[in-house]
T-cell receptor, first 112, second 115 residues
């Protein structure tokens, strides 16, 4: 069935390195995507979003890339810090008035 | 400051008891949501509401009930019919601007444990 999923359930990176978290989606009609960060025991927090008419969007230390051809979304974190350790979720908005659909999440662990 | 408040943060329940989780927002958002999160899992939608006095079932509504009597409030009742209620529950809201799925603002969650 249609789903939002992730290639890697866990990711360990060295402090200072760049991190790349991937997400595959299957609904080609989805027009809006969001990345959320969830720290342990807390609610998810918005990181960055991108609309389907864009390929790339940059924030502070984060970049989201969207490849509609292969239905792939990625979150890049530059100079990863210990405070970046969390679970990261991608979410998609499908056509029609329906709520966001979330992927299963990737746990990012930063090694000091 | 504007935000979403969930209470209680931790809740213990005996089997067979109903329990109600509170969610209040002062963001003037139209849409509100309840998600369930199990360890190592993603977020699964229980119920959502686009407007006062109206709500729709999500993917896992069985054993849950909600009400939306006020724009600011969207309480979730976990009933005794929910067979596996132990989980982390997240409430969210969004300014839908005519669409349900805008950016979601989440509360800090309520962790329910059934004894």
């Amino acid at each position: 069935g249609e789903s939002v999923g992730l290639h890697l359930p866990t990711l360990s990176v060295q402090e200072g390195d760049n991190s790349i978290i991937n997400c595959a989606y299957s609904n080609s009609a989805s027009d809006y995507f969001i990345w959320y960060k969830q720290e342990s025991g807390k609610g998810p927090q918005f990181i960055i979003d991108i609309r389907s008419n864009m390929d790339k969007r940059q924030g502070q230390r984060v970049t989201v890339l969207l490849n509609k051809t292969v239905k792939h979304l990625s979150l890049q974190i530059a100079a990863t810090q210990p405070g970046d350790s969390a679970v990261y979720f991608c979410a998609e908005r499908r056509v029609g008035n329906t709520p966001l659909v979330f992927g299963k999440g990737t746990r990012l662990s930063v090694i000091a | 400051d504007g935000g979403i408040t969930q209470s209680p943060k931790y809740l213990f329940r005996k089997e067979g008891q109903n329990v109600t989780l509170s969610c209040e927002q002062n963001l003037n958002h139209d849409a509100m949501y309840w998600y369930r999160q199990d360890p190592g899992q993603g977020l699964r939608l229980i119920y959502y509401s686009q407007i006062v006095n109206d709500f729709q079932k999500g993917d896992i509504a069985e054993g849950y009930s909600v009400s939306r009597e006020k724009k600011e409030s969207f309480p979730l009742t976990v009933t005794s019919a929910q067979k596996n209620p132990t989980a982390f529950y997240l409430c969210a809201s969004s300014s839908s601007s005519g669409r349900v799925a805008g950016e979601l603002f989440f509360g800090e969650g309520s962790r329910l444990t059934v004894l």
